[in-house]
């Protein structure tokens, strides 16, 4: 099954204005959030579907803003955790009158899929958003109401999503699951009256657009001709707020749940380096591009020096590119082969690497190495993350423990012994890990309000038990 983590829009002029340029600039925004495929819905019309990034198809954007011309649009940019990348799994999807972009993961898709006749849907040619638009477009010709709908399909359908919808009656939808596992922001661009809602607040800056709040979970939101009109869905009140968002996957300058991602960013090195104050530091540098706020933070609580120590080559076809998410192994090895170290300002020096993440070792290992050949006296890494120890089932891309840095193969170890045997894996002198306590008074909101699943092996927030399955399995590879 193909299931994402991703980045919606969903565009309504009230004024008439063609919305389709605007959607381009948004996706690009979100270009961080996924970097496989993109595209873009409007009523009436066969979705158009491009592999790669926006910006591959520059030369096109003429020709797409006026042949979609239009007042309401939804877009996509993928990311896939299951599934081959391909056009055929790229977004916005169609089922009859509706067309439907998601950012999530439905973990009990083949369920859902056995209520639509889904004996035909198997693993890898599939996607969690086809089955979950065929079971909505069933209920709403039952029902008749698109919240009514959703009200009965989020008690069948377990998960983390954010949908953007499209009917061809020129009405955009936008709901929030009733947990927020995933981020939703709702803006409004004064000059033409447009609304716009989408995965993060960078979008809306880039369009220049005013964040009004955010979709609050278990709220749709309808845009037409009417105007904006919103609904619940769901009474849920905990919250699971993706925790991995604050660290790395969200932009710097986007704002969700109420905080500012670049000042939370900072907030974390320095609580880092309360729980971590190497004091024979000689110097702090970030792995880029993520971690940077963070070793600002570290550096400027500890009082050593802060550098960019490594750089990214911008100018080769892989390094500008995010490693974690691209979707296969080789690729993200050749990301961070430019991942280039600077040799006068690291060499003889106790190094302290701040990262936001560990997941499977290979970023970590290739610049341990990168750096003692650059003639760093001492190399200690510090993650702004907790230990990944289990897969995500709420739309990040660890699948399978075997592929993780932490994977023991059965053996039981305590904390100390797995980041004993990460830190040897990965050739630094000293590791730390954060902790989720630290993370979450770092970032300002309740432990009990984020998801920290793929750290603790607790899956209740999604309501599952999950049977863990191998990358081959998972992605068809």
Known sequence: MVKEN????????????NVIPMVIDALRALQHRGQEAWGLAIPNKTPLKRLGLVSAASSEFK??????????VIGHVRYSTMGRSSLENAQPLKVKDLCIAHNGTIANVQELSNLVGGCS????NSSDTLVAAQRLVMLISENGQMGKALSILKNEMVGSYCFTFITD??????????KGFRPMVLGHKKVDNTYIIASESSALSAVGAELQRNVNPGELIKLSKNGLETERFSDETTRAHCSFEFTYFAHPSSKMEGTNIYVARKNIGK????????????LVIPVPDSARPAALGYAQELGVQFDEGLLKDRYSKKGPLRSFIEPHQSDRIEINRWIIPIKEIIEGKHVVVIDDSLVRGT?????????RRSGAKKISMVITYPPIKFPCYAGIDFPSQEELATFSDGKEMTPEQTTEMVRQNIGADFLGYNDAENLAAAVGIPKDSMCFTCSTGNYDSLGIKPEFRSRKEMKGE
Do not use: H, M, W
């Open 6 to 17: 991703c980045g919606v829009v969903g565009i309504f002029s009230l004024s008439g204005t």
């Open 63 to 72: 020709t797409i803003t006026e042949e979609y011309a239009s007042p309401s």
């Open 121 to 124: 849907f198997t693993p890898q």
């Open 169 to 178: 009656d020129n009405s955009v939808y936008a709901a929030r699951d009733p």
């Open 271 to 282: 609580f880092l380096a309360r729980k971590f104050p190497i004091k024979d530091a000689d």
């Open 363 to 371: 970023s970590s290992k290739a610049i341990i190495k990168a750096l």
